[in-house]
């Protein structure tokens, strides 16, 4: 079941976070963590300080993307090699000589290093917002005198996917790929979580209210 935790800043809920993966510790239940990236070094401190070694070692602390290289490390995934921006940047120029005539816009642009990285780039930033390059394709056709240039982007994304379907070698699929495997986090569950739930979620952690 997921529930919520809402309140102002300063008002506990990071307290009361702590307080209840202490209480499951106690019980000898296990817990993970789930906080931003830049807070995983200060969460894992914050950890030993609240529940000291002995109830520690029972709650583990992950970033999304640090929590999904470890189920594909569990999984047999975590073998893949990661591009590179300069393996990124050659897929889309590969991409790109593979749909010659199709694209009018940007093909002469293939040979050209800094245009493929900036389209790699351009791609990275679509993953993180959702959007495959099917979905781009569908948008494009609405975008009045821009939409045969974003059509040929598209066309560009939907290639470099095609590439790299299923490999899990673009940094940014790796949650992806890691979400494909659902079996670990229920496995996990079962036997470490009892009956509770498994994943606890912190903001970034909050600052005293002023006073005066």
């Keep these: 079941m997921l529930k919520l935790l809402l309140g102002a800043s300063g008002s506990g809920k990071t307290t009361l976070l702590y307080q209840r993966i202490r209480a499951r510790a106690e019980a000898g239940g ?14 894992e401190g914050r950890i030993h300080r609240e529940l000291g070694d002995a109830l520690s070692g029972l709650v583990e602390s992950f970033s999304f993307t640090s929590l999904a290289e470890h189920i594909l490390s569990a999984e047999g995934g975590s073998a893949v090699q990661t591009l590179s921006d300069a393996g990124r940047a050659v897929l889309v120029r590969r991409a790109l000589e593979e749909l010659q005539d199709n694209v009018h816009y940007y093909y002469r642009h293939r040979r050209s290093a800094a245009f493929c990285q900036m389209a790699a780039e351009t791609i990275d930033e679509l993953k993180s917002a959702g959007l495959s390059g099917r979905q781009l394709y569908e948008l494009a056709q609405d975008c009045g005198t821009d939409s045969a240039k974003l059509s040929e982007l598209a066309l560009i994304f939907q290639g470099y996917e095609t590439l790299l379907a299923g490999t899990g070698m673009d940094p940014s699929d790796r949650l992806t790929l890691a979400a494909s495997r659902p079996h670990w986090l229920g496995a996990n569950c079962r036997s ?4 509770g739930p498994s994943l606890s979620t912190s903001s970034t952690p909050s600052t005293p209210r002023k006073s005066g």
């Design 30 to 43: 296990r817990s993970i963590l789930l906080v931003p990236e830049q807070f995983t070094s200060s969460t």
């Design 192 to 195: 470490s979580c009892g009956t």
